[in-house]
Nanobody
Framework: QVQLVQSGGGLVQVGGSLRLSCAAS????????MAWYRQAPGKQRELVTT???????TYVDSVKGRFTISRDNAKNMVYLQMNSLKPEDTAVYYC?????????WGQGTQVTVFS
């Protein structure tokens, strides 16, 4: 069964850094694009970043230059390095993988950025 298990969330000051991790199992990890989404209270879920099997990345404009997605295929892990954090980055963050007719989500982890 596909499972995505997240870790690494928490509380951080404005300008600080945090790294989120997502451990994947139950599929051929190296063959699939992975993604990070976030959802702030009262807001729509937002696609933040993706990394394809070959390493190509995408980012929403608001995080370009601050966030970096990476993957370690030997460990079936995907990471989100978040630097220069802003209050507007406060949200629940989810890792995600999509197949033809189904998608799977991590359990979510709270990131809170405070002044």
């Amino acid at each position: 069964q596909v499972q995505l298990v997240q870790s690494g969330g928490g509380l951080v000051q404005v300008g600080g850094s945090l790294r989120l991790s997502c451990a994947a199992s139950g599929y051929i990890f190296s063959s699939k694009t992975m993604a990070w989404y976030r959802q702030a209270p009262g807001k729509q879920r937002e696609l933040v970043t993706t990394i394809a099997s070959g390493g190509t990345t995408t980012y929403v404009d608001s995080v370009k230059g601050r966030f970096t997605i990476s993957r370690d295929n030997a460990k079936n892990m995907v990471y989100l390095q978040m630097n220069s954090l802003k209050p507007e980055d406060t949200a629940v963050y989810y890792c995600n993988v999509k197949f033809r007719d189904v998608e799977f989500w991590g359990q979510g982890t709270q990131v809170t950025v405070f002044s």
